[in-house]
C-alpha cells in the first residue's frame, strides 16, 4: 500500500532563518506531489504542485520555492522565513491518472518567531 | 472566478443525523471530493461523486446534482468521533482541486 512521510511535525524558526520541509511516498511511481499551507481555521492553500521529476508549478508568488528531486521526493525550501510563513504545511499526493484524490502527509506545523 | 461555499459551523447531537452542503461554481467539473479533518490533522479522504446521486459508505453518504452546483455530505447514528472540520473540494477542467474553507461539525452529547 502507499504511504506518505512528511516531517517534521513541528518547527518554530526565528525571522530570515531557512526552511527545508521534506516529504518522501512509498508503495507507487510517478505520483503527483502537492505542497499546501493551511492558516489557522482556514481552507487549504496550494502552493506547489509537480507531475515528474524536475517539474514544479507554483500558485502563489511567495518566498518559497520547491523541488522534486526524486520520483517521490518533494522538498519545500526557503532561504529567508517572514512571520507570516506560520502556518499548518500539508504535502499530498495522488495518482499520476486523472480525477484521482489526493491523500496527505501528517503535516508540519511551523511556527516562526 | 471558482468558488466553494460550505457553512462555516454545525452542531449536531450524537445519534442524530446532519447534512453538510457545498455549492460550487468552477471552469469546468472533473468530481467533487469530501475530506474529513480531525483538529491538528491532516484531511483524509471521505468520498468522491462525479456522477449525479448519492453514493453511501456506512455512515456516511455524499449527494451530487451537477445541474445545480451542488452536493451535500449525509452523516447518520452520529458519534463523538465524527467532531471535525468536513472540506469540499472540486475538481475544474485542468484537473486541479479547488477547496471549501471546510464546515466545522461540533456534536455534543
Known amino acids: 500500500s502507499q504511504t506518505i512521510h512528511q516531517w517534521p511535525a513541528t518547527l518554530v524558526q526565528p525571522v530570515g532563518s531557512p526552511l527545508s520541509l521534506e516529504c518522501t511516498v512509498e508503495g507507487t511511481s510517478n505520483p503527483n506531489l502537492y505542497w499546501y499551507r493551511q492558516a489557522a481555521g482556514r481552507g487549504l492553500q496550494l502552493l506547489f504542485y509537480?507531475?515528474?521529476?524536475?517539474?514544479i508549478s507554483s500558485e502563489v508568488p511567495q518566498n518559497l520555492s520547491a523541488s522534486r528531486p526524486q520520483d517521490r521526493q518533494f522538498i519545500l525550501s526557503s532561504k529567508k522565513l517572514l512571520l507570516s510563513d506560520s502556518g499548518f504545511y500539508l504535502c499530498?499526493?495522488?495518482?499520476?491518472?486523472?480525477?484521482?484524490?489526493?491523500?496527505f502527509g501528517d503535516g508540519t506545523r511551523l511556527s516562526i518567531l | 472566478g471558482q468558488n466553494i461555499d460550505q457553512p462555516t459551523e454545525m452542531t449536531a447531537t450524537e445519534g442524530a443525523i446532519v447534512q453538510i452542503n457545498c455549492t460550487y461554481q468552477t471552469s469546468g467539473f472533473n468530481g467533487l471530493f469530501w475530506y474529513q479533518q480531525h483538529a491538528g490533522e491532516a484531511p483524509t479522504f471521505l468520498s468522491y461523486?462525479?456522477l449525479d446521486g448519492l453514493e453511501e459508505k456506512g455512515r456516511f453518504s455524499s449527494f451530487l446534482s451537477r445541474s445545480k452546483g451542488y452536493s451535500y455530505l449525509l452523516l447518520k447514528e452520529l458519534q463523538m468521533k465524527d467532531s471535525a472540520s468536513y472540506l469540499c473540494a472540486v475538481m475544474d477542467s485542468n484537473y486541479q482541486l479547488i477547496w471549501g474553507a471546510g464546515t466545522k461539525l461540533i456534536i455534543k452529547p
Open positions: 461523486n462525479v
Open positions: 509537480s507531475v515528474g521529476i524536475g517539474q
Open positions: 499530498a499526493w495522488s495518482a499520476g491518472q486523472e480525477a484521482q484524490p489526493q491523500h
